[in-house]
């Protein structure tokens, strides 16, 4: 059973910044999608793990905020 | 004979100059659109007339009479032109407390909509979380508050 971790965090006002882990590929973008509101994405950093089919560990980190 | 005087400063804030005139002493009373002061003159008690922008201080040239009324209660009587010119600085230093005072509420304004807008955002995030079948940790740091989401696949 793997484990999939999402650590946000809420800054002073009210942007999110979303690092995600345990993720194959692009997944980490739609388990983001479902828990962050309509807020408007300011950006995406991916990391290396994230072109792989399968991997056990995904670092990817998402930044949101008001547009 | 009554006369009107226009001061440089327009009294267009009637707390404001009731403040003020309350810091020189003069008490007021609100009649509809109208400030009517305890100072006294030939015709009767001197107001403030609101004339649909500012304030306009009305009273009788003759302030003999002022005189007499003011001093029979045992209160010295300033002239008109003496205090126009006390009240006119003591409204802009009342108008200046008041633009603290909104700025002020300004800020608790914005302050009370950030940290509206900040809770909103972790509510709504937990419980997208917990509907996708995340287990939740909460934590702050430097002001931010964490959020540890985890799920075995």
Request: neutral net charge; hydrophobic residues 35%.
């Amino acid at each position: 059973m793997a484990e999939q971790k999402i650590t946000l965090i809420i800054d002073e006002d009210g942007a999110i910044s979303a690092k995600t882990q345990g993720f194959a590929g692009n997944t980490c973008l739609e388990a983001l999608d479902e828990i962050m509101d309509e807020q408007a994405v300011t950006s995406i950093r991916k990391t290396d793990e994230f072109n792989h089919d399968v991997v056990r560990t995904v670092d990817n980190k998402v930044t949101q905020g008001r547009s | 004979m009554s006369v009107v005087v226009k001061t440089l400063t327009p009294f267009t804030e009637c707390n404001v100059l009731i403040e003020a005139l309350a810091s020189l002493n003069v008490s007021t009373t609100v009649n509809g659109n109208n400030i009517i002061t305890d100072r006294h003159d030939y015709q009767g008690q001197q107001c403030f007339v609101w004339n649909g922008s500012a304030y306009l201080f009305q009273y009788d040239s003759d302030e003999l009479r002022g005189r007499v009324i003011n001093n029979a209660i045992h209160r010295q009587y300033t002239p008109t032109r003496q205090f126009l010119s006390q009240l006119e600085l003591a409204y802009k230093a009342a108008y200046q407390q008041h633009l603290t005072r909104l700025e002020e509420a300004e800020k608790q304004r914005l302050e009370q909509e950030r940290l509206a807008r900040v809770e909103a955002v972790r509510v709504n995030a937990i419980a997208k979380a917990k509907a996708q079948g995340y287990r939740v940790k909460e934590q702050k740091k430097n002001g931010k508050i964490q959020l540890v989401l985890t799920r075995t696949v």
